[in-house]
Each structure stands twice: as structure tokens, then as C-alpha cells.
């Protein structure tokens, strides 16, 4: 196969994160489409696809419901390149894949610009499981979270509209929006049978992909939020600082981390594996692509557990499932999420872009994540425990049973 370059999508995030992660290889859209303003020419459109021939369906009907869409429509004139763009849409949502999309330019430019690691949104992963919107995690300190938004809560209404049979895609397009506006979300908690409202007021989200701190006992805490542009030079930096304290364990925290970059999941993974496969694309076609380990390893020789939640995702999933099938460190937690697919994201010479679902990644011991999640060595049902309420404030503390356990089996 030649050489690629893909995105590994995790979940979409209204951030927006949709939902992991660009590796991705650039397109042109044949300018044969397009006017001298770089718009798309439905003429043009018509001119060289309009004879496309295919053995199941006809396009004729697709130009006959395009001719009385614009003869009857009741709100003259329609805008042809809309209906366009919405027609595209259509196209990618028949394929019922919810990590496939087609963006419109002004969406691709969305798209691009959450990659940088500072958005304007909620600051929280959504996911759609049977049918269901629901919250995959608010990241931490995030307006979801100060709102009151948890992991695993369902959203039933977004400012009051009934979304049932909603796609992620405008889920994420009625939710995110620009800092200091509102968004009333209608949900419950995972643990509650009562439905209420929640009011979450949009901000800037500025990502902070790695954060580290010495414990008790020479352990070393190591957390990584997200896998974007910016993680390895802060891992990088982490880890220096770390080896720098000569620690005697390290807990890898990737809760609720969506996903990123593959590129970037296989270097830090790199940084335990010696040497071996990290994780294994095959597509559609039976072909395969090989993402070997890389770099100087440093923390092969550190006793290390992972800690991973239904948040951990895509990404993190590469990251903790090489480790575990290397036997290089203890996974502790819940199941992860399960999101092992490909997304190939091309641009195209309008600006809009499509993010296409291209295959399907295994561990190095060819266990297929997808839809299944990865099963930690020791389940823990509850990774919280409510211990005490500040009375001055309200505000609830917590022991941490995930460092708990991870510190007794480092010591």
C-alpha cells in the first residue's frame, strides 16, 4: 500500500474534538467543480456527474428530487450550494458510521482549528452508544464539569429540543458555540433516575495535555489528557523531569482521554516497548500497515500501572493495550471504550473535507478493540468515593481508589 498518513479518530468532543486526530493526508477536489471564485459550479456539478452510472441506484433520481427541491421548495430561490453540501452529508451519513462526516468548509475550518488544543465550546467528549447521546467524559476544570456535567450522564434535550435520533455530528453542531453563550442540557446521571436541566455557559477551553507530580514513596504520577499537536514535547519534557527524580513506579493515567494523534499514541507508547509492534491498521482491501516501536525507551525499566476508564479511548487505547500485551504494565480501571477504527480526513480543493472510516487497528497481539474496549488486569466498579463535604463551600472530596490501588501494587 503506499504511504499514508491517517487520522485516528477518538470520540467527538464538543469542543470541538470530534472525536480523535489527524494524521491526515490532503485531497484535491478536481477544479473541474469549481467557479473562478473557488465555489462549487452546480452546472459543473451536473456536467461531470451527472452520467455517473451505478448498478444499483440511479442518479437520475437524485437530479430529479434536486430540479423539484428547487421548482417547489416553498422559500425562494434555494441556495444550490447548501443543498450541496447537505446532499454530501447525506451521502457519508447513509453509511451508518458514526465516526464518518463531511464537513462543509466553514465546518473543516472548525475542525482544523480544535486540533490546535484551544477551543470554544463546553469542554466535554460525547458519544452516541445504542441510540443514546451521551457524555463520555467533561475534561477537568472544564464549563461541563463546573456545570455539573459526569461521565456517563445521558442527554436527553439541548435547549429544550427533543434530540431522538439525532447524529453526533449535530449534536455537536447544537452544543458547541461561541464563549460566553448558553447551552441548557436536559440529562440524567448515570446513577440517578431523575431527569434535570443543566445550563452550561461556553468558554475558550485551552487543553493541558500532560500534567505530572513525585507521590509518597518515590512514585511518579503521569497523566495525559489528550494526544494533540502539543503532547510530545510536554510528555517529552515530563518524562525528563521524571527519570531526573529517579523513581521507583509510575502511574500512567489515561482516564478519559479521548484520543489524538496516532503518530503520537505510538511514541510515547515507544517510550515501555523496546522493541516490536505497537498497534496494526488492516483495510477493507486485506492490507495491513505496521507501526513499529521507536526512540530510546526510557521508562522500559519502570515498574508502571495504567489507569484507564469507558472515557479512555482510540489513542489511549494504542498506548494501553501494547502495554498490556507486553506485559510491561498493570491496567487498572473500567473497560475502555472501544473506538478502534481509522479515519481517513481529506480536504478538499473548496475547504470542506471528509473524514472517512478506513480501517480498523489491532494490538500486537491482534485483539480487535473495536466496539469491545480493553479489559483491565484489575477492575475497579467505582474509581471515586465520595469521603466528605466541605461545609464552608459544598464542595465534595474524594479518594481517588485508582492511585489508591495503583500505589499499593507499586509499593
Known amino acids: ?112 482549528n480544535d486540533l490546535s488544543g484551544e477551543f470554544e465550546g463546553i469542554g466535554a467528549e460525547i458519544g452516541i452508544r445504542e441510540g443514546q447521546l451521551i457524555v463520555i467524559a467533561p475534561l477537568p476544570n472544564s464549563p461541563a464539569e463546573l456545570a455539573g456535567l459526569r461521565k456517563g450522564d445521558k442527554i436527553f434535550k439541548i435547549n429544550d429540543e427533543e434530540i431522538f435520533g439525532i447524529t453526533l ?125 521507536r526512540g530510546s525507551h526510557r521508562l522500559s525499566e519502570i515498574k508502571t500501572v495504567v489507569l484507564i476508564d469507558g472515557g479512555s479511548a482510540s489513542g489511549s487505547e494504542i498506548v494501553a493495550g501494547a502495554l498490556q500485551d507486553y506485559k510491561l504494565a498493570t491496567l487498572i480501571g473500567e473497560v475502555s471504550y472501544g473506538k478502534g477504527s481509522v479515519q481517513d480526513f481529506q480536504v478538499l480543493a473548496d475547504g470542506s473535507a471528509l473524514k472517512l472510516t478506513v480501517a480498523r487497528w489491532f494490538t500486537p497481539l491482534n485483539r480487535q478493540i473495536d466496539k469491545k474496549g480493553i479489559e483491565p488486569d484489575i477492575v475497579l466498579e467505582n474509581m471515586y468515593e465520595d469521603i466528605s463535604i466541605d461545609e464552608k463551600n459544598g464542595e465534595i472530596n474524594y479518594t481517588d481508589l485508582g492511585i489508591q490501588k495503583a500505589l499499593e501494587i507499586l509499593q
Not at 480523535?20 to 467543480?33: E, K, Q
Not at 454530501?88 to 453509511?95: E, N, S
Not at 462526516?101 to 472548525?110: D, G, I, R, W
Open 169 to 293: 455530528d449535530e449534536a455537536v453542531n447544537k452544543i458547541r458555540g461561541k464563549k460566553g453563550t448558553t447551552v441548557k442540557l436536559n440529562i440524567r446521571h448515570f446513577d440517578s433516575d431523575v431527569l434535570e436541566d443543566i445550563i452550561v455557559k461556553r468558554d475558550i477551553i485551552v487543553l493541558s495535555t500532560v500534567e505530572w507530580k513525585m507521590m509518597d514513596n518515590a512514585i511518579a504520577y503521569l497523566s495525559i489528557n489528550y494526544f494533540n499537536q502539543d503532547t510530545w514535547s510536554n510528555f517529552d519534557k515530563a518524562v525528563k523531569d521524571i527519570i531526573a527524580k529517579k523513581p521507583q513506579g509510575l502511574i500512567l493515567d489515561l482516564r478519559s482521554n479521548p484520543g489524538g494523534y496516532l503518530e503520537t499514541a505510538v511514541d510515547i507508547a515507544s517510550e515501555w516497548v523496546k522493541k516490536g509492534l505497537i498497534v496494526l491498521e488492516k483495510f477493507s482491501d486485506g492490507t495491513e500497515n505496521k507501526y513499529e516501536t
Open 1 to 112: 500500500m503506499k504511504s499514508r498518513k491517517y487520522i485516528l479518530f477518538g470520540l467527538v468532543m464538543i469542543l470541538v474534538l470530534l472525536s480523535g486526530i489527524i494524521l491526515g493526508r490532503f485531497l484535491t477536489l478536481r477544479s473541474a467543480l469549481l467557479n473562478e471564485n473557488g465555489q462549487v459550479s452546480i452546472s459543473k456539478v451536473l456536467d461531470l456527474y451527472g452520467k455517473t452510472k451505478s448498478e444499483k441506484v440511479s442518479f437520475e433520481q437524485f437530479w430529479e428530487v434536486w430540479n423539484i427541491i428547487k421548482e417547489k421548495y416553498v422559500d425562494q430561490p434555494v441556495n444550490e450550494v447548501d443543498l450541496f453540501y447537505g446532499a454530501m452529508g447525506g451521502m457519508v451519513a447513509g453509511l451508518g458510521d458514526q465516526n464518518s462526516f463531511y464537513f462543509s468548509p466553514e465546518k473543516a475550518k472548525e475542525f482544523a
